[in-house]
């Protein structure tokens, strides 16, 4: 079993910036990538976007390129979401998930943290 925590989640002004952090535990964690997905009230979750773990190489969602990064610490079993040039739209509950193959979906999800962003 693997168990994703985030932590990182607050309130930000517009224009500001967050970053989030992922932390895996339990068996030995070597996933295919990570992902970080995100739910606002009333709609779909939506994938952010994504880092492979071995590789490092990203893969973003259009909605946050160019303001939005993910990185990994391997050593720590860690991923992070760098969130810059936050808008109001990106309120929403951020969470990641772990991916152990290619071409399957993910299979152990974090609860979530919140990000609030006011206009």
């Known amino acids: 079993q693997v168990q994703l925590v985030e932590s990182g989640g607050g309130m930000v002004q517009a224009g500001g910036s967050l970053t989030l952090s992922c932390v895996a535990s339990g068996r030995t964690f070597r996933p295919y990538g990570m992902g970080w997905f995100r739910q606002a009230p009333g709609k779909e979750r939506e994938f952010v976007g994504g880092?492979?773990?071995?590789?490092?190489?990203?893969v973003y969602a259009d909605s946050v390129k160019g303001r939005f990064t993910i990185s990994r610490d391997t050593a720590k079993n860690t991923v992070y979401l760098q969130m810059t040039t936050l808008k109001p739209e990106d309120t929403a509950v951020y969470a990641c998930a772990a991916q152990f193959a290619l071409g399957r979906w993910y299979d152990y999800w974090g609860r979530g943290t919140q990000v609030t962003v006011s206009s």
């Open positions: 880092v492979t773990w071995s590789g490092g190489t990203t």
